[in-house]
């Protein structure tokens, strides 16, 4: 079973940053892609980030040169930077991982932005 524990969101005001982190658990052998999604109330989830193995990454084009998401193969491990941060940022925020051709989620983490 593989479990993704987020930690990191908060309450900050814009302008401001956060860290958010994704660690992957259980039995995994190995990693493909991982990535960071995120909900904002009545909206549909939307791929923020997203990451490969070898360090390939894509972003949407709302937070491009802003967030930097990166990953630790070693620790299994997700991260995303998110700088400049902006109250259309707020939302629920979830990790994702693609593991053995199974698609895993976090249980999601709360990002606030105030203006």
């Known amino acids: 079973q593989v479990q993704l524990v987020e930690s990191g969101g908060g309450l900050v005001q814009a302008g401001g940053s956060l860290r958010l982190s994704c660690a992957a658990s259980?039995?995994?052998?190995?990693?493909?892609?991982m990535g960071w999604y995120r909900q904002a109330p009545g909206k549909q989830r939307e791929l923020v980030a997203a990451?490969?193995?070898?360090?390939?990454?894509k972003y949407a084009d709302s937070v491009k040169d802003r967030f930097t998401i990166s990953r630790l193969n070693t620790k299994n491990t997700v991260y995303l930077q998110m700088n400049s941060l902006k109250p259309e940022d707020s939302a629920v925020y979830y990790c994702?991982?693609?593991?053995?051709?199974?698609?895993?989620w976090g249980q999601g983490t709360q990002v606030t932005v105030s203006s």
């Open positions: 994702s991982a693609e593991i053995g051709g199974d698609d895993y």
């Open positions: 259980g039995s995994i052998f190995s990693i493909n892609a």
């Open positions: 990451i490969t193995p070898s360090g390939r990454t």
